[in-house]
């Protein structure tokens, strides 16, 4: 049974960090992927930070280049997201997904979501 459990989330000011944690179990991590998604208030959730299934690297969606870094500990079980530099627009709530065939810019079947955990950035 797969579970995924993120945590981290909070009330921060503009301009601070955050880390927020994705603790995964039930899933075999060589077939599949794992990803970072947001929804903000009144808006379709979007792909922030997905591996690009195929070449090794991570896909970061523009709005978040430069100060969202995604990271993997297989010792814990736990894929990372570290979000520098919050502003206001990153406010809503953050999911880990696992896709069964992988992510191509953060697209791709999600077989399994977690709760999610809510991020609000204070002006």
């Known amino acids: 049974q797969v579970q995924l459990v993120e945590t981290g989330g909070g009330l921060v000011e503009a301009g601070g960090p955050l880390r927020l944690s994705c603790e995964f179990s039930?899933?075999?991590?060589?077939?599949?992927?794992i990803g970072w998604f947001r929804q903000a208030p009144g808006k379709e959730r979007e792909g922030v930070a997905c591996?690009?299934?195929?070449?090794?690297?991570?896909y970061y969606a523009n709005s978040v280049k430069g100060r969202f870094t995604m990271s993997t500990d297989t010792t814990k079980n736990t894929v990372y997201l570290q979000i520098n530099s919050l502003k206001p627009e990153d406010t809503g709530v953050y999911y880990c997904?696992?896709?069964?065939?992988?992510?191509?810019?953060?697209?791709?079947?999600?077989?399994?979501w977690g709760q999610g955990t809510q991020v609000t950035v204070s002006s």
């Open positions: 997904a696992v896709a069964s065939m992988g992510f191509h810019e953060c697209q791709g079947y999600v077989a399994y």
């Open positions: 039930g899933v075999m991590r060589d077939y599949y992927a």
């Open positions: 591996p690009s299934t195929g070449d090794g690297t991570t």
